[in-house]
């Protein structure tokens, strides 16, 4: 059977919903193909407690912050039922007792937390904040720009480049150019010692240096994650603004899905594809693993790259030195999720009457120092799963009482770190006693956590890279370097969200503005083709 189309999306994760509901809201007949049962990817609601049908948990993605206005108005997402609790304030509980807790302004509690370990960090989180912003601000917005072709010596890529550069002249000079290279070059460690002085401090603020990232705070580049995880909005334009969407994150795809469909696209799920179908360089569709045809001139691949490059197409289509940077692409990861069904809201060491939201509405984070930290990441680099792990957790129900019975809650332990080589290699027993590490480190300042558990949910990289499509179990698709980014993201020459073939074009979050739940991709990668008047529209709907 062949089935012809416009367009044609391989993958239904979230990046590819956001293509697919551009393509058809342009007119184009479109198709999106996803392997699993539902869409959504990485960005997913489950039951995983047989026991609790109504028990609902994130499974690997967490938290909403970096997806554009501009999708969810475009998209109609409100209108759909797109909703996000946003959260304030951080809480990092301290061995022995006590701890950080963060909230807006330099009055009450922030403060307060804060000079417990040291004024002069007290004094000095507004000014670093501030300073972050600056960077943000022009940082953040190149997310929402298809990157020049550096290099290039065409003319049409030599203007992209000039006026990629005039873009974001305001505001800069040679001293917001230097914060800008040290963003880019400096570990997290060396950054925050910038500012602070507490042990303590510092390994709170690094955390952002590290989510998703096989590095230690202390690995050059890290500092640039530490900012990407800083620009965030969820329609109030806070900076690092984060927030849990209703109904869980697969509720996101969900709402982008009804979006697609709305504007005319075709959803097919159970349909993983096997290969490309290329003709003297062009792209004209794809098979099915069942045999089944889809015809279409464009063709835009949202999965892994070396699943979309190195899988459905043969090597002899592309140049050799393109495969070589897609073999090269560096996708390793040490994370562990965790997801916890609790049957009521455990104790607080440092908030006996648990009424403090500031702890259990924060993010919290286990992580009391930089070298800590660092420590724990040296273990799982030499092949151990840490013995003292990272963890960012929260308790979405706290905001989102759809996601458990009345009383019962979810919490969710987004951990770090394994060997990477667990992912082609799993350690059962390892991941296992690792994730026993988690939990003791949380029942130190959540006094009978284990005796609310009605069940966990522990997936390592082996389980992330074969249940989800993420290789290396990472979820980035690729990892945040500074040589994985802008111009380089994710080939040299490819950044445009184009491939070295005709008509087919990428959308992952591999791609410039992916990295975390943005849509980015697939928003650009629309207007890419737009551009290059790829999209052919048959009329039909």
Not at 96 to 112: D, F, L
Not at 406 to 415: A, D, I, L, Q, R
Not at 447 to 465: F, S
């Amino acid at each position: 059977m062949t089935n012809t189309y416009d367009a044609i999306v391989v993958g239904g994760g979230h990046n590819g919903l956001v293509a697919a509901a551009y393509l058809a809201k342009a007119g184009a007949r479109t198709v999106v193909l996803e392997a699993r049962e539902k869409t959504g990817g990485a960005t997913d609601t489950s039951t995983p407690f047989p026991d609790h049908p109504d028990v609902k948990v994130t499974t690997l993605s967490y938290v909403m912050s970096l997806m554009p206005p501009t999708i969810i108005r475009d998209l109609r997402m409100k209108e759909l039922g797109y909703v996000v609790y946003p959260y304030d304030g951080v809480y990092a509980p301290q061995p022995g007792g006590g701890g950080i807790r963060s909230s807006e302004g330099k009055e009450g509690s922030q403060y307060e937390s804060y000079a417990r370990y040291s004024k002069r960090d007290a004094d000095a989180i507004e000014p670093y904040g501030e300073w972050l912003q600056r960077s943000a601000d022009i940082l953040g917005p190149m997310l929402m720009q298809i990157p020049p072709q550096v290099g290039s010596t065409q003319l049409g890529d030599l203007i992209d480049q000039v006026r990629f550069i005039l873009r974001f002249r305001k505001g800069m000079n040679a001293r917001q150019a230097a914060d800008i290279t040290k963003l880019f070059t400096m570990s997290a460690a060396d950054l925050l010692d910038e500012w602070f002085e507490s042990d303590a401090v510092k390994g709170l603020l690094s955390c952002d240096g590290i989510i998703g990232t096989w590095a230690g705070p202390e690995e050059p580049g890290t500092a640039y994650v530490l900012m990407h995880h800083s620009v965030g909005d969820v329609g109030d334009g806070k900076l690092s603004s984060w927030g849990f969407p209703k109904g869980g994150m697969g509720a996101v795809p969900e709402i982008l899905q009804r979006s697609a469909e709305s504007f005319g696209a075709e959803i097919r799920c159970h349909t993983p594809v096997e290969r490309m179908l290329v003709e003297n360089g062009k792209v004209r569709g794809v098979v099915s693993a069942s045999g089944e045809e889809f015809r279409a001139t464009t063709v835009v691949t949202a999965v892994h790259p070396k699943i979309a490059f190195l899988r459905h197409l043969d090597a002899r289509d592309l140049p050799d030195d393109f495969v070589r940077d897609i073999e090269n692409w560096k996708t390793r990861s040490g994370t562990v999720k965790i997801n916890v069904g609790l049957e009521r809201m455990p104790a607080w060491r440092d908030d006996p009457d648990g009424t403090d939201p500031d702890i259990a509405g924060a993010s919290i984070q286990i992580a009391p120092g930089v070298r800590y930290l660092e420590r724990a990441f040296e273990e799982a680099r030499d092949g151990r799963g840490s013995t003292a792990a990272f963890s960012e957790t929260s308790i979405p129900s706290y905001y989102d009482h759809t996601l458990a019975p009345e009383g019962m809650h979810v919490m969710s332990m987004f951990t770090q770190w394994v060997p990477h080589t667990w992912a082609d290699e799993p350690d059962a027993a390892g991941l296992e006693a690792y994730a026993d590490r988690v939990i003791d480190a949380h029942e130190e300042f959540m006094p009978g956590l284990k005796d609310a558990m009605i069940g966990r949910q522990v997936l390592g990289p082996h389980e992330m890279q074969e249940g989800w499509g993420l290789i290396g179990g990472n979820i980035f698709h690729g990892e945040l370097s500074p040589n994985q980014l802008l111009h380089m993201r994710t080939a040299p020459g490819f950044a445009d969200f184009r491939t070295p073939i005709k008509g087919l074009y990428q959308a992952s979050s591999a791609t410039h503005g992916g990295g975390g739940v943005t849509g980015i991709p697939g928003y650009q990668v629309v207007r890419q083709i737009v551009k290059d008047r790829g999209l052919k529209k048959s009329g039909r709907t």
